[in-house]
């Protein structure tokens, strides 16, 4: 049954879709503000693993307990 607020299955289609035509074009799916929850697990798509372990690297200085949003804007 579907209910109101629930995400209608072809989104995630269309959502890597989208990805797929930013980063063919040269860009990246992130903003200003970050990857947020969504894209996460996105990060390999548009970075390298070098672009990755520093920014990794930079959370872990400024955040050493992971308190400041676990998991969210880097998968650490």
Do not use: C, W
């Not at 920014?55 to 949003?69: E, G, Q, S, V």
Request: neutral net charge; glycine residues 12%; without cysteine.
């Amino acid at each position: 049954m579907k209910r109101e607020g629930d995400t209608p299955e072809y989104v995630e289609t269309l959502r890597n879709q989208l990805y797929k035509i930013a980063i063919d074009a040269g860009g990246v799916i992130t903003g200003e503000h970050g990857m947020g929850k969504i894209g996460t697990g996105r990060l390999q798509s548009s970075l390298t693993e070098k672009e990755i372990e520093l920014m990794t690297a930079i959370k872990r200085i400024f955040d050493p307990n992971n308190m400041l949003n676990p998991g969210t804007k880097i998968p650490v």
